[in-house]
């Protein structure tokens, strides 16, 4: 039986993103979170490190690495959801940063698929880490609803 | 005369209703591009009733209700990851969403578990999740 998923253990995407205080700021003004660690640079945090992105904003480009891994084969399949997110190291303004996307289960009973997603630093240390879950979907639109998007 | 407990609070939410720039400047922010956020006339935006917001913008929010909680309690932390995050249905331009973050039983005084979900204003569970949250 052909399966559901066309993906494969060890398809992988990456791509690079230098965070922009336009990032960071303009994430706060769409979120409501304008916390001082992310637009304070007298606040604590901000003289530690400097103005540090949001948490949140490292799982967008996670799903924007879901994005490009779902724009290669187009089968519709949705986002399910993400699990074992860590902030590992704060990310400063102007921090080069390379995302790591990378399929490590595929279940085609389920319909189901899984990637491990890494977030590093320029200098090669590990500042955030995730899993990206995605359900593909059969011609009925199922499991668990359609919008048609892998993120 | 004491000061109010603060460490008493032990929720919070942050509702937005989720404009067209919300959008725009998510997608362009995050680089997801994909049709179904930015193209009406794309066979997923057709499929979804219209372009969808981005699944990551409602953890954003979720986030930003965690923010609100722990500066309501009057503590420094730091979210130290999510657990079980799950997206249910996809928000829409012009839906007024609920954020809510609500300590947990399980955790410690300085390793908070923050459950979180993002309804609709009529009650429709869009996403939930777990926020590890570290109290410094």
Known sequence: ?151 | MTAPDTRQTMSAEFRKTLSETDLILFAGLSGDLHPVHIDEQSPAARDAGGRTMHAVFLIALMSTAVSRLMQARGQRSRVAGFRALTFYRPAKPGDTVCAGARIGPAGSADQLRVEITAMTDAGVLLADGVAEVEVS
């Open chain 1, 1 to 151: 039986m052909t399966g559901l998923v066309p993906l494969a253990v060890g398809d992988r995407v990456h791509f690079g993103h230098r965070v922009t205080e336009a990032d960071v700021y303009l994430f706060a003004a769409v979120t409501g979170d304008s916390n001082e660690d992310h637009v304070d640079a007298t606040s604590p945090v901000g003289r530690r490190f400097g103005r540090i992105a949001h948490g949140a904003y490292l799982i967008s480009l996670m799903a924007t690495a879901g994005s490009l891994m779902h724009q290669r084969h187009d089968v519709a399949s949705v986002s399910a959801g993400y699990d074992r997110v860590r902030f590992v190291a704060p990310v400063p303004i102007g921090t080069s940063l390379e995302i790591s996307y990378q399929i490590d289960v595929v279940d085609q009973d389920s319909g189901r698929a899984e990637a491990a997603v890494t977030i590093t630093a320029a200098d090669g240390a590990v500042v955030a880490v995730g899993r990206h879950l995605i359900a593909f979907l059969d011609q009925n639109g199922s499991p668990p609803r359609r919008d048609g998007h892998a993120a």
